[in-house]
Structure formats: structure tokens, C-alpha cells
């Protein structure tokens, strides 16, 4: 092999590396971009309090985003979309439960997670097995969620309260941090040596990336695929009780309105919603991207049909740079 | 000769009897019966027209989606887009004012048809999958309508009536009084709707709304513009959303940016129940519209079993699970031998 | 002489594909009014060369005259327009469409406002009814056979009235007696001054109905015969096609492999892909599957891996009952497969090198849930070492490799294994002859060594011949032929693979 081939190559796989985290590089510069915008429209916008709880909003955004990730790294087009009724269900049923007590927590979070167990395990089924698609799916299921909240919370205006850990835990801050925000650095490490380094991790993206090699590989695609789902809606459902501790009561609507974000803020990350591929990073700069482009629009006035349309526009617009599969020859 | 006749009667009946279709209408047969049974004088004028009012949105909603999801799309902006036309129609109309009328049918109209176009280009042009495409739009259609409507209301023009209650209008000459009630206008839409779609199958766009479906790549070989196709597919859809869109505003006399939401699912469910493969290229809109009866019929049942308001949502999410389920059971395993063909 | 008008005319055709060159120096005449054979072993570049005449690829280099002017089709259709129909190997079908929609499809013409469906159905019918008159056009296409399949796809070309009609292997998926209206048709299409290239496997078909043949070699045409002026003669045909190879073959020791079976299959059905197929497999030893492409070889790999829970066989791995209906059933039995179609099939494209080989460990029960990454990145450096992958380091996406080092990969997966079997499908495709060497290299030394015994399926004969102790010819999803020592050479294969029926 010639010296001249050799840099070509070397060429080649720089940028490669750079053409790997490409859509990391996007996401940092459109939060850069907007609060540049911000800074020039609206006074204060740059402020360490409005920065901390644009933290603190996003790592909500976050979260949800995680159950999004997880749903479609699995491949076969996946998605959730019953992730914001299944938080709210969660939290109106555990602030029954806790009634404000930190004693029955334990017990909460058991309810939580075997919430979560069912709904994704319905989830899983009907989208793996039966091979219905997900986004129909989970919407179906958010629907029923949503009916046994109006079921359950019928002539009631607040079912009870979170145990004060919880709030702590969500709503307070350590000094000027918000405790949300630590909850996430711990968070993050650990979604990301499961999702590197274990086999389940592996074994999701493979499924993910190439169903017939997984498949061939000896790997039972439909489990693993079932299996990413419970654990969307396990997670959802303990995004529930911090979505409560914030929150302090929980009502009708607490998780519908995260959902739509969940989904840009994986879109925006670089997330291929063809599975197989992901970085957790970048999920959590395209929640902050979301969190401050709505700060943005409150601040000029523009409120949630701003945000919509915002949120909207910028999936839109994404979907199409990222997903085109325009014909050509 | 005569023998050879009844041969043929036998063999179509037979055809019929084993056709893929055949249980659903079963099924309709049945909802409906059970409908009448329960619902109190179920054949008198009045109740017929109610129930036809009732189940005019849907139905209208079902066939837009059942050309999409036919083309090889899927649209879960239809809910999110038939409130943004109510907040649009209801923004341009004036109270007393008629002409605003015709206006606000030119404007919502046009918004209809770039909603369409907009979806289509996501769908057919970009060919991003169109669940996703029209989840992100959705999102547009909803924040635009907020912005024109924040809560619901608006005004809308006396004559809009005529999309609902012909009656209901003083200036109405008595002749199309009499006609608004031997003929509900929401019958008139479906009749309209039912029209366009018998037009359009009989053209090439309906043929190849199916091939592209199908299998687009021998279509796109065999020299047909796809993503044309699905634009298409998508603007015919929009005409769909525009006449349950008059309908509703004529109804609610005014614009609600929400209104539309839950209507989205349960018309890819009818579709679905309506026998239309999700994969797309097969299927008949005419069935959809079966599927969309069955599913009213349905709702009527809970509805008169006295179950407490609370628990529709709960029903209608679990019927729609259970039908969508089951005909997707129905379908894998009736095509379980082509299926494993084509693994290669 | 009185040659007709030549209405097609390519000239020093080049084509590669990556690193794979298809056609080196490629010429083809049509004339008009004549029916043209075009020949030649697989991978020769014959559909490749009539992709490119349509306008599914475009050349590399090289000048297509279409009645006398160049021409460069940038898609079918423009073909079609100037009166190029082509049918394809895989079908272009709509299978939601019936029969007579199918054949109008793109063409249909308006009666007043509507489509003309009286008419489009007349003209559909007088079409099938030259093919295949028992056809019932109002059929949907997803209800007929693939011989129906096949002769509605060819009524489709037809319809289109060509100037020039290109089939490719038009007759693979026919009957005989369907293939006979086929022929029907075509000298009544050529009696009206109809150019048609004609591709098929089988030489009996071709000396049938051609006037005269070109025979591709490795992408380029080697010979052609005017059978009026020349004469038929099959021997002199399948030499063409085989070319030099006698001179080329490499040296070759015939094993005769009597150690004991490893793997005994008996009865192994699976849909309309394979009947009744048994075999057995002797320990130490390379058994090759062989015949024209597309005969149930790949299904055949796919199947002994488990990949189809619908098969059915009695299967005994060293005397033990298996069950081969999942993957994973297999490759927990020791029996490992390298894929023919590596980048659908084998690899993750995106990911790196070192999870791709590490990958189908974590199919196993007793993998722990934190993979040991150390200890894995040994292994894989071993891998790398062993197959000399070519490559800065293992964490390298796997598209960044040349095809021959993405091969390497897909068997590397398996290196850690105690393979009693190894499936290899077409492993050599695509691959340069430098990787290619490698990989038999390794393999054969582990054969040799009594580590494993193989299974290998190759569309090109000559590593069949070069590698195999025996052979089983495939035609139409049954082992019609096993061939032992001596007998494993170019000319049996293909007269074995060709002269069935």
C-alpha cells in the first residue's frame, strides 16, 4: 500500500469521526443559536437562575427522552407515546399511596414499578409479537391510561400527596443546584455503561441496527425488542413520582405535555429513529435545546401555541435533514 | 342456460361468503342490531338523524385516512388538523356578515389543501416515514390553532348552519327546509365524500394511489411518479378533513384547538377494522367506512349500557386495542404462507 | 449477407461496483427481427449488462447506439418511452393489483373522464391469452404461482409494444409447457421486427430459440455464434463459458473424506424453496453446494442455521436429534453461518469492529451481564490478527473496511466458537483476491487440522472446484446430483447444473 493511499484513509477516518458526531456538533450550536437570539430579544436572558431552571425543566425532558431512546434503539420503527400518561398514572396513584408519608414510599415505588411492568409488557406484545406499529400502539395504550385516570380521579380534584423525599429529591435544590439536576448526572453514567457495555445494551442496538444479523446472531429479536419496552414504561412510570415530588399534587395532565418534546429532544440528539444507534448526550442537549427554544417563546410572548408550533417545525424540519431517503440516480 | 345462471349466483355467493370482508359485515350486521335493540325508537326520523350527525366526523376522517394509509402513509395529523380548520373557518366568519361566510370556505379550504401538500411532501417527496412526518405536523396544526384560538369559541355566519341543521336557519327558503329533513346535510357530506373517492378510483390517481401502496419500487419502475402519488393521497385526504371540518363548525357554531384530538386514533382504528392492511395497497375506502360504522355503532352500545362518562375514554382505548389486535391476528395468520415467501 | 438493421448496438462496456468490476470490455449487437442469446456463468455480467442498456445502472465508460443514436438512459422508464421494455429478474409486480391492472399498469389511457378499464382489459386478454390462455386476468397477482407471476410480467413488457424486448432469465420460474407459449410468442414478436436479448441458464433453451448467442466470461464477451452460419454445438458452447479455467485451475488433491458423519439431514422441506433435501456431512470435511444461482442453495444456508421456523427436517448432530428452527438452536449446537448477503445479513454497518465480533456471544446464557471488555478486546485482537483484518483499530465502524476485510469480520464472529460446522454462502462475493485467499486460507487449515467440517455454497464454480471433497448440484430447491473426486470439475458442473431435463 502506498504512503499516498495511507493519508487518504487516515483523511478518511478523521473525518469520519467528526462525520460520527455531527449531529452532536448541530444540537450544541442550535442552543448556542438561541441563546444568542435570546440574549438580543429579550433582557435577562442569560442569567444563572434563568440557566439553572432551564436545567432543571430540561432534565424532565430528559428523562422522558431516556423511555424514547431506549423504544427506538430497539428498530422496528419504535417509539412511545404512552410514556406521558404512564408517568401521570404512576403519580396520581403512589400520591394516594404516599397521602405525603415518607413510610409508604417503599411501597409506592413497588406500585410504580409494577405499573410500568404491565403497561410495557402490553406495550411489548402488541408491537414486537403481534408486529402492529409502535406509535399506534402506545397511543391506543395512552388512551387507556387516560381513561382510568378520568376513571380513578372522576369528582376528585387531588388524590393525595408525594412523600417529602420525593419533593425534596425533585423540587428542591442544594444551593443553587437543582437536586433534579444531580439525579441526572448520576443517571447518565449508568444509562450509558448499560446501554454500552452490557449485553442487553448491545444486544438493543444490534436488534436495532441490523434485525436479520441480530437474528442470525442467535438473538431472540422479539424479546429484546419486548423487552426495551417494559423498560420505557418502567422508567416512565418512576418519572412519575419525581413528576409528582416537583409537582407536589398530581393531576390529570402532569405527563401528557412532555411527550411531544421527548421525541424532538431524541430527534435533535442525533438519535436515528431507525434504531440501532444513540447517544445519550446528545438527548440531553436536545432536551435543553427544546427547554430553552420554549423559554424563548414564553419570554416573547408567544406561550404554548408558540411552543407547538416551535416544537413542531423544528421535528419537521430535522426529520427531513436526518431521515430523507429521497430517490436518486 | 338457466342452470349455467344459477351457477354463477352460487359460485359469486360463494365468493362473497368466503371473501375477506365477509366478517366484517357480519360484525356491522350485529352492532347494528344490537344498537337498535338497546337505543330507545332507534327507527324514528329523529333518532336516525342523530345518529348520522354523530357519525359523520368519524366517518369522513376514516376515509381521508384509509386513502393514506391505502398510498403506503399514515396520518396522525388528521385530529390536530380538522381543529385547526374549525379555529381557521371560525376566525375569517363575522356574525352577520354571510359574505364572511364564503370567505372562511375559500380560506379553510386553502389551509386544508397546504396541510395536505406539506404532509405529502414529508410523506412522498422527502419519504420520511409518515408516522413520524405527521406526528411533527400535528404539532404545527396544534400551535397555530392556538394561536388563533386560545379557548375555544368564534363567531361563524348564520347560513353555516346548512353543513348541519338546514332548519335552524330563518332565511333558509322552505323548500331546502324540507329537503335539510328528508335529507340531513351531514348525509350530504358522506354522499359528497363517497362520490369523490368513486371518481378518483376510477382515474388513474385511484389506481395508482393502490400500486404505489402496493409496491413502490415496481410502481416507481413501471414509471409512475410515487411521491405524487402519495401528495396526492395526502390532498384528498385534506378534502376529507375540510367537509367534517364544515360540519363541525355548522354543529358547534365555533372553533376549538383541541376538539380534534381524540378523533385521530379512532380513525386509523376504524380503518383498521375496516379490513385496510396498514402496510398499505390493499383494502377498499368503502370498507373503511364499514370499519367507521362499526365503531360508532360501538361507541352507541357503550353509550346506551349506561356505563358512567368517565369510563368511555377507558372503553373506546380498549376497543380500539382489542379490534386493532385482532385484525391484525385475522390478517397474519390468513397470509402466514406468503409471508414466509417473501422473508426472501 | 443479409443482416437486418442493427437496433442496438454497445460498445466497450465498463462497469465496477465498489471494488467488484462487473463488466470489463463488454460488446452486444441486437438486430432487429433476430432473437440474441447472451451466456455466460454466473456473475459473467449478463444481467448487468442488460441493467445498463435500461437504465437501471449507468456505465462506467463505454457507447450504447439505440437505432443508430447514442443513447443514455438515466432510468427504465426513459427506456420504456423509447421502446426499451426489459423484464426483470425480481419481479416488478404489483402484488395488490390483479392481472390486467398489472399489465396496464403506467399505460393506462382515459375514456372520457375515466379510465378505460374495458379496453385495458381486451388488450390484456389478447396478450395473456398468446402466453398462458387458461389465466384469468381478473385474478389479484398475489393469488398466482410464480411461473403466473412470471408470464404476467412478460405480457406487461409486451404490451408496451418494444422495439427492443430484453428477458432476463425469463424462464426460471416456467413450467415447460408455459415455456413453450413463451417461445410462441417470441417468434411471433420477432416475425414483426421485434430485437430481443435473451438470457437463460439453461443451453437447451437458448439453442432452441436463438439465432444467435454471446457468451460473457468475467465481464467481458468472449464469443459469439450465429447459429445459422456456425452451427449449434453445446460442447464447444460450455467450453466458452467455461473458458481457460482447465489451464487455470490450481492444483488440487482429491480427498476422499471417511471420518465419521457430523452432521446427517434428512427430509428438509421448507416452503416452495426446498423439497425433500438429505444429505450428510463427514467430519474434516468441505461439501459444497453448487448449480445455476438461485436453485435453493441460499435458502438451503439459511435453513441449517435455523433461520426459518417454518422448515421442516429430521436433523443429527453427532448421532444427537437437533432442532434447527431458531438461529440460536444452531449456533448453541456448534453450527455457524457466515451469510451470503454480509452487509443485510451479517454486519452492523455503523458499529465498530469489535462489537460486531463480539456480538454473537451475547446469545449465550452463560454471558454475563457486564461484557468482560477486557478480555474481549483480546479475543478480537486475535481475531483481527489471525484473519490479518486489515484495519487502524477495532473500534472502527465497520462500513469504513474494504469488502473483503467486512467478510473477515463476519467469519471472525465465529472464531471464538468451537464451530463444528461451518455454513459459509457465497463467501468470496465481492471480495478481492487478497481477502479471498486469507479466508480459504484459514478455513482449509482449520478443516485440516479436524477443528470443523464445512458446508460451502459459492456462485463461482471455480472455488467450489478448488476447495470442495464433494458436491451437490442443486436445481429447482432438490440435490439432483453429488459429485465426487474426480468428477468435480468445471464441464461436469455445469453440463450437470444446465442438462437437467
Redesign the interface.
Known sequence: MSTRSMTNFQDSAAYKIIDRHKKLIIAFLLIVFLFVIGEFTVETFLTLSQVLLTLKLASFIALFALCQMIAIAGGG?G?DLSVGYMATITAVFTAAIMEGRNSHLGVAVLAALGLGLVVGLINGT?TAY????P???T???A??????I??YT?GKNITGRPSPVLQTMAAKSTGIFPNIVFLLLIITPIVMILLYKTKLGLKLFGSGANETAAYLSGVNVKLVRCTSYIISSTLASIIGLLLLGNMGIAFKDMGSNYV?PS??AVVVGGVS?TGGDGNYIGVILGAIFLQTLTNLLVALG????????????V??AL??LY?????KR | MNGKNNNAVASALKRFVSNHDFPRLLILIAMFALTAVMQKNFFAMKSIVRNINSFTPLILLTMGQAVVIISGG?D?SVGTALSLLTCVATSVMRQGLPITGVYALLVTFAVAMAMGLINGI?IG?????P???T?????????????LR?TPGGETVDWFQVFYKIRNIESAPASLKAFGEIIPPALVLIILGCILWW?IS???TG?YI??V???S????????N??WVQIKACLINSVFIFLAALFFVGQSRSGDARMGD?L??KA??AVVVGGIA?TG??GSVYYAFVGALIFSFVSKIIFFANI???????????I??IA??GS??YT?SSRK??E??K?? | MNQTAKVLEATGIRKHFGGVIALSNANLVCRSGRITGLLGANGSGKSTMSKIITGVYSADKGEIKYNGRPVRYRN??EA??DGIAMV?QN???????NVW?NIV??E?E?KG???DNRGAMEHSRAIVDQLLPDLDIRKMV?ELNPGEMQIVEIA?AISENPKLLILDEPTAALEQAQVKSLFDTMRALVKKGVAIIFTSHRLWEVMEICDDIVVFRNGANVASIDFAKDGKDPEKIIGYITGETKEAKTEKKARTVSGETVLQIRNLNY???LKDVSFELKKGEILGIGGLAGQGQ??LM?ALAG??P?ATCDAKLNEKKIRLTRPAYAIRNSIHLVPGDRQLEGLFLSHSLFTNIIFPKLGLSRQPLFTPRKKYRKECQGVIDSLSIVTHNMDMPVNSLSGGNQQKVVVGKWLSFDTDVLLLADPAKGVDVGAKRDLYDYIVGQVKENKMSVILYASDNEELIQYCDRLLIMYEGQIVATLEGEEINDETIVATSMRVR
Do not use: C
Open positions: 420503527s417509539l402488541l403481534l408486529r402492529l406499529p406509535l399506534v400502539v397511543l391506543a395504550m388512551n387507556i391510561l387516560q381513561g382510568v378520568n376513571v372522576a411531544m421525541i424532538a429513529l408567544w406561550g404554548d401555541a408558540g411552543k407547538w408550533t416551535g416544537f413542531g417545525i421535528l419537521f426529520l427531513i431521515l430523507s431517503n429521497r430517490r | 399514515l396522525l414529508g417527496f422527502f419519504r420520511v416515514p408516522l413520524i412526518v406526528f411533527a405536523t400535528s404539532y404545527i396544526w396544534l400551535g397555530i390553532a392556538l394561536f386560545p371518481i376510477r382515474t388513474k389506481r393502490y400500486a401502496g402496493g409496491n419500487e415496481s410502481a416507481y419502475v413501471t414509471g409512475i410515487t411521491s381524540p385521530t386514533l386509523i382504528a396498514l395497497g390493499r358512567p362518562n368517565a369510563f368511555q375514554t377507558l372503553f373506546s382505548g380498549v380500539i386495542i386493532i389486535a391484525q391476528l397474519l404462507e406468503m414466509e415467501s422473508l426472501t | 427504465p422508464n420504456r418511452q426483470f419481479l416488478s409486480l404489483v402484488a395488490d393489483l391492472q399498469l403506467g393506462e382515459n373522464l375515466f379510465l398475489h406487461k416452503s416452495r424453496f441460499h435458502e439459511l433461520n426459518y417454518g
